[in-house]
């Protein structure tokens, strides 16, 4: 699997299609091969999603997760009402776009993580929302970008609104410097594509790796016992751990534009063909005995090298900085509640529509 998503010369990711229809025909590096486009605009973003913004980040979410635990009255559903409100609340703020008029940023965003990442049978009903709510979107990305250059953004006066502490405010700081690469449909383009790739993804995972808890007395306790001592690193090991079971993708397909031999020189070579499409399988691969030691064993203390939760090679996930920091903080102020247990009957299961976590809801004294 490895060898598939870093061998971009060989297998190329078939995100750029789609891509297109969401930024309105703009490039993305998402949907770009490696070269000098790539680098520059993968350089912008990095400009100002920064390494020293994780702990506040994280500080926010599990800010936001005790106050919404604290207020649930021991019953909790845990997709909607907890992680998916975090979550879009919480990155919302960081990238700079509020809540439009008309419309719902989360509905927006989910619908179109769906159709660039899950939609793989090119649903036409799919479709035809996409072709309503990407330009929706485009369109009120580009306003709160004229609004900020307005001066109306936070504070008072021009300076103040280019300066905010976001992820906008600091492109268009940069653009006000004269810096390649922050034009305002650049600035869109960027801002549209991290706010769809990134707070779709912890109302997917946050629910199923606590499901996978929830089976397993032993693990729950003992994630339960970390956030309760307040080792956020083992309790994060418990929810990676968890995740391995159920991940977020059980695989990424990727197109082969050249002939490849996988696995070269040994007992299990394949030769690929240009043309087919591989699927690499994130859910096989990690439980995989050769390379995962005793893989179907709930182990919270495994070496980063034994997880690929968040891809692999040029395309692998932006945020997975950010999903790594912030993640099990979601979780942590329920797990510190005593007595945490699912409610009664079906709403007390996990249930999916399709690949997204739809319904899971606990109770606790």
Request: net charge positive; glycine share 10%.
């Amino acid at each position: 699997m490895r060898e598939v998503f870093g061998t971009d010369a060989a297998f190329e990711a078939p995100y750029h299609d789609k891509l297109q229809v969401i930024t309105g025909a703009e490039p993305f590096f998402l949907g770009l091969n490696d070269g000098a486009q790539y680098r520059a605009q993968l350089a912008a973003i990095q400009a100002v999603v920064r390494p020293a913004d994780l702990a506040g980040l994280a500080a926010r979410v599990l800010a936001r997760s005790e106050t919404l635990v604290a207020e649930a009255g021991g019953r909790l559903e845990v997709v909607d009402a907890l992680v998916r409100r975090v979550t879009f609340e919480v990155m919302g703020d960081y990238l700079g776009v509020p809540s439009p008029a008309v419309g719902d940023l989360r509905v927006w965003a989910t619908r179109l993580f769906e159709f660039q990442f899950a939609d793989q049978a090119n649903s036409p009903d799919l479709r035809r929302e996409v072709d309503e709510i990407a330009p929706a979107l485009r369109a009120h990305v580009d306003a709160e970008i004229a609004r900020r250059k307005a001066g109306r953004g936070p504070g008072r006066g021009m300076g103040r609104a280019l300066a905010a502490d976001d992820l906008l405010g600091r492109c268009l700081a940069l653009q006000a410097q004269g810096a390649p690469g922050y034009s305002d449909v650049e600035i869109r383009t960027n801002i549209l594509c991290l706010f769809v790739g990134g707070p779709p993804q912890p109302p997917m995972v946050v629910p199923q790796a606590l499901e996978q808890l929830l089976r397993r007395p032993a693990a729950l306790a003992g994630a339960q016992a970390a956030a309760r001592a307040g080792d956020d690193e083992l309790l994060r090991g418990h929810v990676l751990e968890a995740m391995r079971f159920d991940p977020l993708a059980p695989g990424l397909p990727r197109h082969a534009v050249r002939d490849w031999t996988l696995a070269r020189g040994t007992k299990r070579a394949r030769t690929v063909r240009e043309g087919e499409t591989v699927l690499a399988a994130f859910a096989s691969a990690m439980m995989d005995p050769r390379r995962v030691p005793d893989p179907k064993t709930f182990n919270p203390r495994r070496l980063a090298y034994e997880y690929i939760h968040f891809g692999y090679g040029l395309h692998q996930c932006f945020g997975r900085h950010i999903n790594h920091a912030t993640l099990h903080l979601m979780l942590k102020p329920l797990l510190q509640r005593p007595g945490l247990r699912r409610a009664s009957g079906k709403a007390g299961r996990l249930s999916k529509n399709g690949p997204f976590a739809e319904r899971l809801v606990v109770e606790f004294d």
